[in-house]
């Protein structure tokens, strides 16, 4: 083949080619030959490498993650095409995210406790929001003990805590031996009415409005027969019948006419005399329910009474149920101590003592 055949197909070959054919430097014959065909068809090799010959770069491959972050965002841009060196051998990487999520920060500490309304503590405050909980609040401390004849309650329509004598108005005159006397009483130095056998009779006619919570401080002197309060009951009679106290060494009501009592069954554990006690009796329509409250009696602390209502159970308030309507539940007329008889040698200590509507109790 002539030089000049060579050259012509060399050239059209180059054109259809479109830069996808490289001429590599240094192959001997076939390279004399294009400079050759430069020569006679005077063509500019610098153009024809340009125009035919420069290539694109491979994509760049995916940026590499950085430690702790996410993965690159995006593969990195095509290389940018050069002379006849050809194209950037890779292009330029994605950028990594390096930034990881910040720890969460610690919840910050929970509040501490407020102080509790009565000697009890308050509660520890609770953890810190998330995303990582605080640690709970120191507990509060023991709140002052709200005084039982505090004015601020409403509901309160008789109180004496004793602390200026027998005050005046709450009780008739006393007839016997009942004194107010100081000494330690339930939570601390006090004053507290003294009974030697003999009642302390309240000036109290009808409760009135039911239900109503009467709730007293009680200490006495003696396992055998104690009474704490007795009441009218709904009959036309004018004498206390209705009793509560320990008798048969056991926490009872009592009714004195047909000499029936609540529980009817075997005694139960009671409280214990010489230690003070919190008495808790509730009168609603249809419901008479008694609870005694001992801190520090290591046999039974509280001791509930098995309820009066208008539902028979045996052994506990189904004789009483065979009484007359008007029998079954207190009216009014409220008195502490013995009224039925004179046991002089029977001592009973109260404090405290508080009636109120609704059924709150003064008790701890």
């Known amino acids: 083949m002539s030089l000049e055949r060579s050259c012509r197909r060399q050239a059209r070959i180059a054109g259809a080619a479109a830069g996808s054919f490289r001429f590599i430097v240094g192959l001997g014959t076939a390279t004399s030959m294009f400079f050759g065909c430069s020569t006679i068809f005077g063509i500019d090799e610098s153009e024809?490498?340009?125009?035919?010959?420069?290539?694109?770069?491979?994509?760049?491959?995916?940026?590499?993650?950085?430690?702790?972050?996410?993965?690159?965002?995006?593969?990195?841009?095509?290389?940018?095409?050069?002379?006849?060196?050809?194209?950037?051998?890779?292009?330029?990487?994605?950028?990594?995210?390096?930034?990881?999520?910040?720890?969460?920060?610690?919840?910050?500490?929970?509040?501490?406790?407020?102080?509790?309304?009565?000697s009890v503590g308050g509660?520890?405050?609770?953890?810190?929001?998330?995303?990582?909980?605080?640690?709970?609040?120191?507990?509060?401390?023991?709140?002052?003990?709200?005084?039982?004849?505090?004015?601020?309650?409403?509901?309160?329509?008789?109180?004496?805590?004793?602390?200026?004598?027998?005050?005046?108005?709450?009780?008739?005159?006393?007839?016997?031996?009942?004194?107010?006397?100081?000494?330690?009483?339930?939570?601390?130095?006090?004053?507290?009415?003294?009974?030697?056998?003999?009642?302390?009779?309240?000036?109290?006619?009808?409760?009135?409005?039911?239900?109503?919570?009467?709730?007293f401080w009680a200490k006495w002197n003696s396992e055998a027969e104690v009474m704490f309060v007795s009441f009218r009951d709904n009959t036309a009679a004018t004498t206390r019948d209705i009793e509560f106290g320990l008798l048969n060494a056991a926490v009872r009501w009592h009714q004195i006419p047909p000499d029936v009592v609540v529980p009817s069954g075997p005694p139960r554990d009671y409280p214990r005399p010489n230690m003070w006690a919190c008495v808790t009796i509730t009168i609603s329509a249809g419901k008479l329910e008694a609870r005694i409250e001992q801190p520090g009696n290591v046999n039974e602390e509280t001791y509930v009474v098995p309820p009066i209502d208008d539902t028979s159970t045996v052994q506990e308030d189904d004789e009483w149920l065979r009484l007359t309507a008007p029998q079954r539940f207190p009216a009014g007329w409220p008195a502490f101590g013995w009224v039925n008889r004179n046991i002089d040698q029977n001592k009973v200590w109260i404090d405290d003592v508080r009636f109120a509507r609704g059924t709150s109790s003064s008790c701890p």
């Open 48 to 118: 024809t490498s340009d125009e035919t010959s420069a290539g694109r770069g491979p994509s760049g491959g995916t940026g590499g993650a950085a430690s702790g972050g996410k993965a690159g965002s995006r593969a990195g841009s095509a290389g940018t095409a050069t002379a006849a060196r050809g194209g950037s051998d890779a292009g330029t990487g994605g950028d990594a995210t390096t930034s990881s999520g910040e720890a969460g920060a610690g919840g910050r500490a929970g509040a501490g406790g407020r102080a509790g309304e009565t």
């Open 123 to 215: 509660k520890g405050g609770s953890g810190g929001s998330s995303p990582s909980a605080g640690e709970g609040g120191a507990s509060g401390e023991g709140g002052a003990r709200t005084p039982p004849c505090s004015a601020a309650d409403p509901n309160v329509f008789f109180c004496d805590d004793f602390e200026a004598g027998f005050a005046a108005g709450n009780w008739q005159p006393p007839n016997g031996d009942v004194a107010v006397i100081a000494g330690m009483g339930p939570l601390g130095a006090t004053h507290y009415a003294e009974l030697a056998g003999v009642p302390l009779i309240t000036t109290l006619e009808p409760l009135g409005r039911l239900p109503v919570t009467l709730s």
